[in-house]
Structure formats: structure tokens, C-alpha cells
């Protein structure tokens, strides 16, 4: 079955940028479907960051949209989060996951990765 | 932004309830939502799309209603695993939003 895994730098300073990837298991980015990023500070809610096809189309949580970037590599079955600027409100658990459809359900998740802004 | 306002934000109730949870949207968004259960440290795990319609592998006592702007998510008989905090998400436009989440604790 499809398995998705984040990973990248747990701690980053702020004022520099945050970058992490998705790793896809179990299906090939390239068949289809789209790609997001959500995120989750401690003790709070959900927030959508953004999607990508594996065309490469995106789609922004205007709030996030400044300072984000998602791009896809489908020779390393990877997409990518690369947030700038971040400051300490940018401290949250970031999971991948699938949606069906440009505006869709998030479906699976992968296990999601602390990101701490500190200096 | 559509904004989603789940209620209540906690409760406490007992295995074996019957428990209900609301989500209201700021705007009407036809049958475009979902519903999600999280656990302490875990990703959230999809329950329920297009309002109604039960994920694979989901127990059949949870059920999803409503349409337009006034959702709910019934439990109809609560086991201990069922404790958790529940998401409501819109994906009816952009930006998607996520309702505050509903936590719910044993009694």
C-alpha cells in the first residue's frame, strides 16, 4: 500500500529556510493524484500549506504563500517543502500526504516530523 | 477562507455512548468534507469524505451527515479506542481549512 515519509533538519534557525521531502513508497507520483503539506503546531489544529500535481502545478495556502515552495522529482518518487523566512510560529509537525484531487481528502498521511525554529 | 467551527472543542463521555460532534461552515460547501481521528503523537487517520461516505477499513459505527453548511459525526457506540481528537475539513475551495478539532476524553 501506499506509505509516505517526511524527513529533513529538526531544528532550524530563524530567519533561514525549512526544507523537507516526502518520500512515496507503493506508488509512483507520476500515475497521478496530487501531493500536500499540512501542518501542526504544538497543542493547535491542522493547517493546509499547499499541493502539487506531478505536473508540477501548485496550488497555496495564500497565509503560506510568500515564503512557500513545493516542488516534485518523480525520478526519486519525492516531493518537497521548502518554507522561508521562518520564525518560531513556523515550529509545528509537518506530515505529507495524498489527495485524491486538486481540492480533496488527505489520504494517507505520512507519520509527520517535528520542525523546532530556534536559534 | 472558508472557516470551519467544530463544537463542542472537549467533552467527556463513556464507552458504550452515543456521541455526536458538529461542524459548521462559514459558507455553504455542498457535501465537500471529511472527517479525521487523531491520537496523541500520531498522523490524523481519515473517517469520512463527502460528508457520508465511510473510508475502508473504518468502523461502521461512525457515520457522517449534512450538507451545505452543518455537518455532523456520530459515534454510536464509543469504545476506548475511540478517544482521540476529531478534525472536520472543507475541500470545497481554496485555501482547504480544517475546524478547530473536538476533543474527546473519557469520563
Known amino acids: 500500500q501506499v506509505q509516505l515519509q517526511e524527513s529533513g533538519p529538526g531544528l532550524v534557525k530563524p530567519s533561514e529556510t525549512l526544507s523537507l521531502t516526502c518520500t512515496v513508497s507503493?506508488?509512483?507520483?507520476?500515475?497521478?493524484?496530487?501531493w500536500g503539506w499540512i501542518r501542526q503546531p504544538p497543542g493547535k489544529g491542522l493547517e493546509w500549506i499547499g499541493s502539487?500535481?506531478?505536473?508540477?502545478?501548485?496550488y497555496y495556502n495564500p497565509s503560506l504563500k510568500s515564503r512557500v515552495t513545493i516542488s516534485v522529482d518523480t525520478s526519486k518518487n519525492q516531493f518537497s517543502l521548502k518554507l522561508s523566512s521562518v520564525t518560531a510560529a513556523d515550529t509545528a509537525v509537518y506530515y505529507c500526504a495524498r489527495l485524491r484531487g486538486a481540492k480533496n481528502w488527505f489520504d494517507p498521511w505520512g507519520q509527520g516530523t517535528l520542525v523546532t525554529v530556534s536559534s | 477562507a472558508i472557516r470551519m467551527t467544530q463544537s463542542p472543542s472537549s467533552f467527556s463521555a463513556s464507552t458504550g455512548d452515543r456521541v455526536t460532534i458538529t461542524c459548521r461552515a462559514s459558507?455553504?460547501?455542498?457535501?465537500?468534507l471529511a472527517w479525521y481521528q487523531q491520537k496523541p503523537g500520531k498522523a490524523p487517520k481519515l473517517l469520512i469524505y463527502?460528508?457520508?461516505t465511510l473510508q475502508s477499513g473504518v468502523p461502521s459505527r461512525f457515520s457522517g451527515s449534512g450538507s451545505g453548511t452543518d455537518f455532523t459525526l456520530t459515534i454510536s457506540c464509543l469504545q476506548s479506542e475511540d478517544f482521540a481528537t476529531y478534525y472536520c475539513?472543507?475541500?470545497?475551495?481554496?485555501?482547504?481549512?480544517f475546524g478547530q478539532g473536538t476533543r474527546l476524553e473519557i469520563k
Open positions: 507503493g506508488y509512483s507520483i507520476s500515475s497521478g493524484y496530487y
Open positions: 502539487i500535481y506531478h505536473s508540477g502545478s501548485t
Open positions: 463527502a460528508a457520508s
Open positions: 475539513q472543507q475541500y470545497y475551495s481554496y485555501p482547504i481549512t
Open positions: 459558507q455553504g460547501i455542498s457535501s465537500y
